[in-house]
Structures are given as C-alpha cells and as structure tokens.
C-alpha cells in the first residue's frame, strides 16, 4: 500500500508561481510512474501531467505544457510540479497519483493510489 501526501498549495496572483511536492511511502517509489491530476469546483478531475520512473518520459496537458514541470527524485521518494505563469484558471485541487505502468497515462483509471490533494488558487 503507498500513501502520498501533497503539500505546496496555496493562494497566488496570477504570474505567480508554486512548486507543488508529493511524498511517497509504503512501497516502491522508483517503480511507479506518478501523475498529477487536479479538480476544480463542479468539474471533473483532469491530467496534468506524469513522468516515468526514469524521467525519461513526461507528458503535459495542452492547458499546462510550457508552464509547468513535472519531476521526481527517487531517492526521496517524491515527486514535483513546478507551476510557472500561473492562471485563474489553474485554481484547483491537486492531486497527487501513483501507478504501477509500463508508460505515462493520462487517465485516471491508470492509477492506483492517490494523494488527498492541496488546494491551488490562483487570484486574477
């Protein structure tokens, strides 16, 4: 059993920027490919983005690509999302997820665990 915890959230003018951290623990971290995923009010939760064990392989939805990085470091068994140029649009819960895949997916069905969330709002 993994447990994530996120941590990062908080409010931001618009331009701003936050790095969002997840902590691993309970398992392997290193065989995991780790997403986030966010969800704002009244909307169903959507990709962000997610990145392989090896960091060889990211991908970002349209909505965030060129804003935000996704990263790891295995041997702190946690995973990042540096958000850039940030939006109102941004403001969402943001969820950490780990899956035991052979690829980065951006469904949410590929993914086994997840976080609790932290809370990202960003004011125009």
């Known amino acids: 059993q993994v447990q994530l915890v996120e941590s990062g959230g908080g409010l931001v003018q618009a331009g701003g920027s936050l790095r969002l951290s997840c902590a691993a623990s309970?398992?392997?971290?290193?065989?995991?490919?780790m997403g986030w995923f966010r969800q704002a009010p009244g909307k169903e939760r959507e990709f962000v983005a997610a990145?392989?064990?090896?960091?060889?392989?990211?991908y970002y939805a349209d909505s965030v690509n060129g804003r935000f990085t996704i990263s790891r470091d295995n041997a702190k068994n946690t995973v990042y999302l540096q958000m850039n140029s940030l939006k109102p649009e941004d403001t969402a819960v943001y969820y950490c997820?780990?899956?035991?895949?052979?690829?980065?997916?951006?469904?949410?069905?590929?993914?086994?665990?997840w976080g609790q969330g932290t809370q990202v709002t960003v004011s125009s």
């Open positions: 997820a780990a899956g035991r895949l052979a690829t980065v997916v951006t469904s949410t069905w590929g993914y086994d665990y």
């Open positions: 990145i392989n064990w090896s960091e060889t392989n990211t």
């Open positions: 309970g398992g392997t971290f290193s065989m995991y490919v």
